[in-house]
């Protein structure tokens, strides 16, 4: 049901049921229309509220708001802050574009991309023979396709594996990509996204790694130079190559490109790939690129927007889904069920359980145990399950496990 | 000025005290000055609005310290102590530069009254210039003495005058405290009253004039020496540091990037001044850190007392306290000359460029205490360093001029434009500045002004705008 009207007047808000909402999520452009109506809602009634806040004025106030002192937003969601921590995180794992930790990190789940010379390339999934974590999906030409065993892996495939913390990097290796270490990484851009983006990398800067900042704005430059005592300010245009190759860029082992100007962002992405650059991490305003950036062998792609609603959604799915990785604008969801006694699914060997086709159940933590499920594993209650679904099949795997 | 004239009565008093007869001399001084105070306020032209700005400021306080070194140097001309304008002048303003440099050539002869006056002279311009340094100063920008402000601590009203106030009964306080408990060590380790009080205020100010011909030399004890070194080092510390360490707020303190390069300074100077005195001199061991250690912080917090004639030293040692006399004690401190925080984002400053040279396009900032210095601040400090330089270099050249040869010329005008007093040769510990040439005299009085005044204060007022309306 959509309601038109001002979001931050009480009348819109109450003719849109506020007051017995179980959750009100506030996303306008506007900092202050989503707070404002964060607190008439929380006033109204509403059990929890969300707010999109960008600037970073409103940090300390809203400290002071959600310790209880001012009732009002619950929680807060930062696109750019958002999207620097998932790049972040993409950077510090240098061997996977999408990343994610669950289970409380007991939990990895993370993607590769296939390359030609890989020893998996052309073989069956059942040939792989992996004990340790389970390939839940693979991206193929921006389709979804759920392995079976005889579903056959191309070069270019983008795999998807989800295993006990620390063993689908040996997979990684498998799918054909040695570890890299980081020494340097490269920044390109002093937006706020890249302002957040240092501040998650700082810790990095005190074991040795050199950071890179590469901005064109002299002013944007002093003040990043003044935040930050260990960031390598360099000012200068980063889509010019002269700059790249004077400063080194290239000799980067991860570079993030997270510039003002979409088209800007992904020529420079560009280059320093073809430039040797081992990853490059690309951000995005707007989505409607995203399609095209396949054959320019970036290694990912953050859309801020994107970023934020996979935080929003973590927080919505809240009772039994206790975290949540959203895959490429929400075509796959991989979903973490706190398995209950009334759950269907319990005490029945998987191979019989029925399984939507556009599901795989990945891996089970049980009392603190990563299981990797077989044809004749059983669910139990108190199950921590890590379920891989595309959207499709969301519906029917929600039924399984009983969720809302 | 009338508070200056009222303060003449101080020496009056002393004179009484000790049964001496120039004390109408400084009666008539005080009566004198008191008078020409009063009458100043009473004509101030009324009508203007009296706003005080950056000019204003400026003018006041250089107009107005030009005015107490004449009026100050009325007790000298009427008790015959000295004869000539030029010479009790400059007698009186390098007491209230806190310089020391004097042209007495027997001081022991002077009455008690005149030896106080110089003292009290100096204890006077250490007070103001404290003040002066922490509180106004860093309001004007002047060659980047916003470095000086070191956070005082406590309220700050955003309005000069509650400020300076506020802040300056402070720093009083923190300078009463270190002038008592000095008077009280020098006089439990044997000096008259009189002489302690004395050098206690020639050394909290850290100006110089002692009672006696030969200094400090003249007592012969390691315990008043050491004393005066250590309480000549807090002098030319920060007072600012000294007020959190009231407060007990000592984090703060350790982690001082100024007093660190100053301890730093200190520390390296005395090892290489004592390496060179046991090399070239008959020094014993412990002599030897007495006298270079007293030398050594003599000269670096532009005190200008000497335990020994370090003009007789060998050459490193004397090149040593020649560059010393440039560095100065800390920002917010009674010594004088570039000081060591100046210092300190010159050389970043330096290496910064550097650097620049080799990555042109790199943006890094300067930090001092963890915080970025604006670069403004940075060019200020780069233009003052050049200005004082240029100062003391036509300043060197003038004394050329008059006769002075190379090394007294060099020493006269370091030791005056850094307020230290002592130089070298001509005008070296053992001599005095009374063979300086009448105009040569009013040359280093204008020096001992500027270098106390921050530079910018005395050389604005020569920028042909600076009377204009803008």
Known sequence: ???????????????????????????????EVNMLACILAKQAGAHTTIARVRDPDYDTDLALASDGTYPGVDVTINPDHQAAADIARLIKNPDSSEFDYL?????????????????????????????????????????????????????GDKVFVVGRRGVPSVFGWRAGREATRLRTVSIIGGSSIGYYLVRALEPLAAHGVQLKMFEKNAERCRALAEAFPRLTVIQGDPSSLEVLQDENAEGSDASAVVGDNDQSNLLTGYLLKRMGVPRVVVALKRTEYLPFTGPM????????????????????????????????????????????ESCHACHIPLRDL?????????????????????????????????????ESAREETARLFELR | MAVFGALMLAPAAVSLLFGESDWTAFLISSIVTAAVG???????????????????????????????????????LLTGSLRGTADAVFETMSGLTTTGATVLLDVEAQSHAILFWRSFLHWLGGMGIVVLSIALLPGLQVGGSQLFRAEVPGPLPDRLEPRI??????????????TVGQTV???????SLFDAVAHTFGTVATGGFSTANKSLEAWNSPAIHLTVTAFMFLAGMNFTLHYRALRGDFEPIWKDDELRTYAGIVLAAIALVSMDLLAHSRYSLGNTLRHSSFQVVSVITTTGFTTVDYDVWPPLSRAVLLLLMFVGGSAGSTGGAIKVVRMNVLAKHSVRELKRAVYPRRVTVIRLNGKAVPEEVSSAVLAFVILYLSVFLLSMLALSAMGLDFMSAVGAVAA????????????GPTCNYSAVPTIGKWLLSFCMLVGRLEVYTVLSLLVPGFWRKP
């Open chain 2, 416 to 427: 005056t434009l850094g307020n230290i007093g002592p130089g070298f040769g001509l005008v």
């Open chain 2, 165 to 178: 106030r506020e802040t300056a009964q402070r720093l009083w306080g923190i300078y009463i405290i270190l």
């Open chain 1, 354 to 390: 029925g399984v939507p086709a556009g599901a795989v159940i990945g891996v089970l933590v049980r009392g603190g145990q990563v299981i990797v499920p077989r044809g004749d594993t059983r669910i139990l209650p108190g199950d921590h399950a890590i379920v891989f679904t595309v």
């Open chain 2, 185 to 191: 060590l020098l006089r439990l380790f044997g000096m």
């Open chain 1, 297 to 340: 062998d970036l290694d990912a792609t953050v859309v801020p927007r994107v970023s934020a609603a996979a935080a929003i959604l973590k927080i919505i799915r809240g009772d039994h889904v206790l975290s949540l990785a959203l895959l490429k604008e929400a075509q796959a969801e991989v979903l973490e069920v706190l398995v209950s």
């Open chain 1, 103 to 155: 289970a409380g990190g007991k939990v990895q789940i993370l993607s590769y991309t296939v390359e030609p010379g890989s020893p998996v390339a052309h073989t069956h999934v059942r040939e792989l023979n992996i004990a340790t974590a389970t390939l839940v999906a693979i991206l193929r030409n921006g389709d979804v396709l759920i392995p079976r065993g005889d579903t056959a892996i191309c070069p």
């Open chain 1, 1 to 31: 049901m959509a309601i038109h009207g001002n979001g931050a007047s009480l009348r819109v808000l109450e003719r849109a049921g506020v007051s017995d909402a179980s959750l009100v999520i506030a996303v306008t452009d506007l900092d």
């Open chain 2, 38 to 76: 009063v009458a100043g306020a009473f004509l101030a032209e009324p009508g203007t609005d009296g706003r005080i700005g950056n000019r204003e400021s400026m003018a006041i306080t250089t107009l107005g310290w030009t005015a107490c070194a004449f009026f100050g140097a009325l007790p000298f």
